[in-house]
């Protein structure tokens, strides 16, 4: 069988399967965006017990596999009567580990802030919550999104693994038309220039983007 | 079916995990030196003087930085027998895994050594070392220290990788969990006890890393903050 042939049979599958990759791949970027910036930012608390909350938060979830914790999430929790559809437990797992690695960028990111940005605010007397808000957030992004755009890239990489908890992505696609034409060479390559043109031709040149929108926010 | 923790089954399988997480240091072991070498080989692509070797391995090093280790396991285990090459899962597993990783310390080592001062280089030559006394009087032993702190998280990160392997078959602690999950219908004990002795782990290790960082940088005389 030729590949063209190979592409006009089971191109359609693949192409349906990457349409979930994409989704699984938005709605956790979404989640993991919010769970870094609150993590982030609780990371930083001076009351110790919210900041204690965040390490124990981070440190547990880089310190364990991102697929021991799908498998958790999707295994596990229905024993505690909390049953999650697969999709759902796939965006929730990659959400809560980026997060993780997130927050830890968030807060490198503030902490980057030049001290006399924090004084000023002081000194002209805006509350802790405007500080932070008004001059503090909008000036963290052009710092973040270097570190932020290549995990948004290994997030994409990630989302593979929903293939193993029964989401139908382009991983799961690619190995069930493994399963029944054992044309292996095919079904993976294709798979990984997939993934391969997603991320070099489609997220990072939307990556750099963002980049040079937010540096052109704060006059760079 | 019970509810809850169940201590005496997770008693009883103790034994069979612990066995099992020998099998993943093992294999985290094994594909973290095949990743420094191969990060060594993608380095060498990348400082040769052909300009052609130079795009070859900048695209390779990107394609497989781009694509999911999952998909790149999948691909060595089943395409490779289809061109007559019949390796063992461990096998294929840790070439994945080294090809993979050997990409990102390749990053470390251009990072690493880029980190050396040029005046360095420069100094060397006035002083008419030859190369190979520059590199590894002068140069190296400075490269040396930026690189442990990325070469210490990738050492992690690999051994966070390693229940991948449990899908193409490779008996590590992951692929025994799901095992005695799926003969005794349990997942609760077998799936948290992987998450807890991954947490025994890779927390020290990771705290050790970090330790070693700063001792690189006090013993360099870069103090952090």
């Known amino acids: ?220 | 079916m019970e509810m809850g923790f169940r201590w005496d089954f997770a008693y009883e399988i103790l034994p069979q995990m612990l066995w099992a997480t020998l099998n993943t240091i093992i294999a985290a072991g094994v594909g973290y030196a095949i990743a420094l070498v191969v990060g060594l080989l993608f380095l060498l692509g990348q400082r040769t003087p052909s300009k052609i070797v130079n795009v070859i391995n900048r695209e390779l090093v990107e394609f497989i930085r781009s694509t999911p280790l999952l998909i790149q396991l999948f691909f060595v285990y089943f395409v490779l027998p289809q061109f007559g090459i019949k390796l063992s899962a461990w096998l294929c597993g840790m070439i994945t895994i080294g090809l993979h990783f050997g990409t990102y310390l390749s990053e470390v080592y251009r990072g690493a050594l880029e980190g050396v001062s040029k005046t360095q280089w420069e100094a060397c030559r006035a002083l008419n070392f030859s190369t190979v006394y520059t590199y590894r009087k002068i140069v190296l032993p400075q490269a040396f220290p930026i690189a442990i702190p990325g070469m210490g998280n990738y050492l992690v990160g690999i051994f966070k990788d390693t229940p991948l392997l449990s899908t193409i078959g490779v008996a590590e602690l992951f692929h025994a969990a799901t095992a005695v999950g799926g003969y005794n219908y349990r997942y609760l004990e077998p799936y948290t006890m992987v998450g807890i002795i991954f947490l025994t782990l890779s927390i020290p290790a990771a705290m050790w890393v970090r330790n070693l960082e700063k001792r690189v940088n006090l013993a360099q005389g870069k103090v952090k903050q």
């Open chain 1, 1 to 220: 069988m030729s590949y063209f042939a190979f592409l006009a049979e089971h191109g359609p599958t693949l192409l349906l399967g990457t349409v979930t990759t994409i989704k699984v791949l938005v709605c956790s970027a979404i989640l993991y965006v919010i769970i870094s910036m609150i993590f982030g930012l609780m990371r930083l608390s001076k009351n110790p017990a919210i900041q204690g909350i965040a390490t124990v938060y981070i440190e547990f979830f880089r310190g364990t596999s991102l697929l021991v914790q799908l498998f958790w999430v999707y295994y596990v929790l229905p024993f505690f009567g909390i049953s999650l559809e697969a999709f759902v437990a796939g965006v929730v797992a990659l959400g809560m580990n980026f997060g993780a690695y997130g927050a830890e960028i968030v807060r490198a990111g503030i902490l980057a802030v030049p001290k006399g940005q924090w004084e000023a605010a002081h000194a002209l007397n805006f509350s802790p919550a405007k500080r932070i808000k008004r001059i503090i957030i909008p000036q963290i992004f052009p710092i973040i999104l270097p570190p932020a755009a290549n995990l948004t890239v290994e997030l994409l990489k990630a989302t593979a693994l929903v293939a193993l908890v029964t989401v139908v992505d382009l991983t799961f696609e690619a190995k069930q038309i493994n399963s029944i034409t054992w044309l292996s060479a095919q079904c993976f390559g294709t798979a990984l220039l997939i993934y391969y043109i997603m991320a070099r031709f489609a997220l990072v040149p939307f990556l750099r983007w963002l980049e040079v929108v937010a540096a052109r926010k704060v006059g760079r």
